[in-house]
């Protein structure tokens, strides 16, 4: 038998992507393809539950961190009181996302030698992986810069709070608004932003 991480920990290996590969050459694998990997049962099944626990933890918070996601509740770097200016705020945010990289980057690698040593591939399959491969968000100023003007637009029409994670209003017509949400950065009660030059 097998645990549901050990199964995503070698759908997520080099070593699945060369059995799909030798299956399928082409770049559609089937259902057929991903059912004929064959089962082999890694030496060290509590650490390769262990990284892939981390890895998992660490693609849902990166996605969670994106205003599309369920999840999303906040634009972590400009939370109020965390730091003096945005610009530190956001300048520690690259440190961390980079940190955060190499972690999943090493991981990665851990998981594609966990399979690889499983399988018997040391001479055919090498662990590396391109960190471009890693495919968590990046810092970038214009597009954080265009993520922090949405949040800032949804915290003044009110579906977002400074003072709570996650959506607080999604409703038309102020059904259900509820002003006292917030306190810090008061929303816009008839979610009507007047744009002038004055």
């Known amino acids: 038998g097998f645990s549901t991480l050990v199964c995503l920990g070698l759908l997520g290996s080099k070593t699945s992507f060369e059995f799909l590969r030798a299956q399928n ?9 991903v059912g004929g990997i064959p089962w082999v049962q890694p030496k060290d099944i509590a650490r390769c539950e262990s990284v892939v626990r981390e890895l998992v933890a660490i693609y849902k918070h990166d996605w969670d961190s994106v205003e599309t996601s369920w999840g999303f ?11 003096d200016s945005l610009p530190s705020s956001w300048g520690s945010e690259c440190i961390r996302k980079s940190s955060v990289v190499e972690n999943a980057h090493a991981l990665e690698e851990e998981n594609n030698w966990i399979f690889i040593d499983a399988y018997g591939l040391g001479n055919e399959v090498s662990p590396s992986i391109d960190k471009d491969e890693i495919s968590l968000s990046y810092p970038d100023r214009e597009k954080d810069s265009q993520r922090l003007t949405s949040y800032a637009i949804g915290c003044m029409m009110g579906r977002y709070s400074l003072d709570e994670p996650g959506l607080i209003y999604a409703h038309a017509g102020n059904t259900g608004f509820d002003p006292t949400r917030y306190p810090s950065f008061p929303a816009d009660q008839d979610g009507i932003l007047p744009v002038t030059d004055l």
Do not use: D, H, K, V
């Not at 050459?25 to 393809?33: D, E, I």
């Not at 509740?73 to 730091?83: A, L, Q, T, V």
């Open 25 to 33: 050459p082409t770049l559609n694998f089937q259902a057929s393809n």
């Open 73 to 83: 509740e906040r634009i972590e770097w400009c939370i109020i009181g965390e730091s």
